[in-house]
């Protein structure tokens, strides 16, 4: 089986420019670098933040900038940083360089330990599961029903969704897209109708197994104020992993 934790700790220090250890460690670390080419297509911008493990890792190409956020933060922890007055504070500064907070999102992977769900518990008899591969799902382009399971990105192609289907009317549909090469992020639609009864977790379970299945390490991004989309994170096996901000130019 994959390791979740080391193929985690790769993919975000080649995209922030250090190394695995610094990763690990619970030092604060500043760097002037370029985004990486390999870099998820999620991770937009030039200049990065990530929080994890009671610690700030920053990044951008300007070495000015660098400069005054190790100044700021070099002793500061992680575990305030979203608090409304630091970033108005970090999004007054970053106008400096001509630049602004574009987004502020945390992240979920796979806890160790999960539990294989070969098939949702169904509400009714009729209630089946539906896989679909990469050429099938171009279909779906145009329907408003799966704008968040869906991507449709060149750059981040759609690579596998499974649906629950009640006599060929799908309920709800959780899609992974190739964000990078070992790491697939998730997303997940479900009808109106239909929601409120658990469908959100089983899909996003069923979908996290296979891609666990298949040597990739699936991972989950929502919104700090999403509070739904995280307990249907926690309710499919995942834990929070890290959180990232990432600033863009005007």
Partial sequence: MINIKETVALQLASEMGCSVSDILNSENIFICQK?????????????HLICLNNKIIFRSNDQKLVDWMETYYEKKHNEWFSDFSNLKKLDMELQKYGQCIQNFHP?????????LLSEPPALTENLKTHWYK???????????????????????????AVTIENKQTILGMAAASMDSVKMWQI?????????????????????????????IVPYYGTELS????????IAAGFTFAWSELAAKKF
């Fill in 35 to 47: 985004k990486a080419a390999n870099s998820r297509v999620t991770m937009v911008g030039e200049t």
């Fill in 107 to 115: 992240f979920f992977v796979p806890r160790s330990k999960h539990v």
């Fill in 134 to 160: 990469e050429n099938e799902l171009a279909q779906f382009k145009n329907d408003s029903r799966f704008q968040e399971a869906l991507a449709f990105n060149q750059h981040a192609p759609d690579k596998l």
């Fill in 187 to 215: 997303g997940i639609d479900v009808l109106p109708e239909y929601r409120g009864h658990g469908l959100a977790a089983k899909l996003v379970t069923l979908l996290k197994d296979r891609l666990l299945e298949l040597g």
């Fill in 226 to 233: 999403h509070t739904r989309s995280m307990q249907v994170a």
